[in-house]
């Protein structure tokens, strides 16, 4: 049973630097969905893709953030010059169709230093 | 805006015993769904249960079941015959019918005692 994946599982940067994420969605699913969490809080939705279709962003998605599915099926998550603040658990999901079920990865644990 | 509260940060209970996990919500939708999601330490997030607002009938997964009260905007969870393994934390999730922005609430830390 292949599940969502993320990569990497760990990421220690410095501020100011930039990074990437990965997540690779269950094959068959052409809803994408990446959310924040902090420690101690509930995930936070930043943004939604429907195949390469960028459609719908979070206000907690500032300019530093950019997403992209460019072939509808991976999506990768930047942010450029990072701050402490950004210390969080990036997590992404994928759905089958719009009111699905939201299959969650293990996440991306990202710290800032 | 919707907002989703879970007014327990920590239960415990006694393993075999039950244990209900409260959680109420903010909107002025009609047509939305409710989640209850499940991460153990150090693992990813999987779902529990799930409830259409437009369904009376409560949802009901094996062990695990709902309280949901739509006018009173409420959303508990039941879990019965608690196991060692149900330890986690649980959150409550809300997203409009016509809408992906999910909202979670706090999440309620769930131990279980053997």
């Known amino acids: 049973d292949t599940g969502v994946s993320q990569d990497p599982r760990h990421k220690i940067t410095k501020r100011g630097q930039n990074v990437t994420f990965r997540c690779d969605p269950i094959?068959?699913?052409?809803?994408l969905y990446w959310y924040r969490q902090t420690l101690g809080q509930g995930p936070e939705f930043l943004t939604y893709f429907q195949n390469e279709a960028q459609l719908e962003k979070s206000r907690l998605l500032s300019d530093r953030f950019s997403a992209e599915r460019p072939k509808g099926s991976f999506s990768t998550l930047e942010i450029q010059r990072t701050e402490q603040g950004d210390s969080a658990m990036y997590l992404c999901?994928?759905?089958?169709?719009?009111?699905?079920?939201?299959?969650f990865g293990p996440g991306t644990r990202l710290t800032v230093l | 805006a919707q907002t989703v509260t879970q007014s327990q940060p920590e239960m415990s209970v006694q393993e075999a015993e039950t244990v209900t996990l409260s959680c109420t919500y903010d909107t002025s939708e009609s047509d939305y769904y409710l989640f209850w999601y499940k991460q153990p330490p150090s693992r990813q997030m999987i779902l529990v249960i799930r409830?259409?607002?437009?369904?009376?009938q409560n949802a009901t997964e094996n062990r695990f079941s709902v309280n949901f009260q739509k006018a009173a905007k409420s959303f508990s969870l039941k879990i019965s015959d608690s196991q060692l393994g149900d330890a986690a934390m649980y959150f409550c999730a809300y997203r409009p019918y016509n809408n992906n922005d999910m909202r979670f609430g706090a999440g309620t830390r769930l131990t279980v005692k053997p």
């Open positions: 094959s068959e699913h052409n809803r």
């Open positions: 409830q259409e607002a437009y369904k009376q």
């Open positions: 999901a994928s759905s089958p169709f719009q009111v699905g079920t939201q299959y």
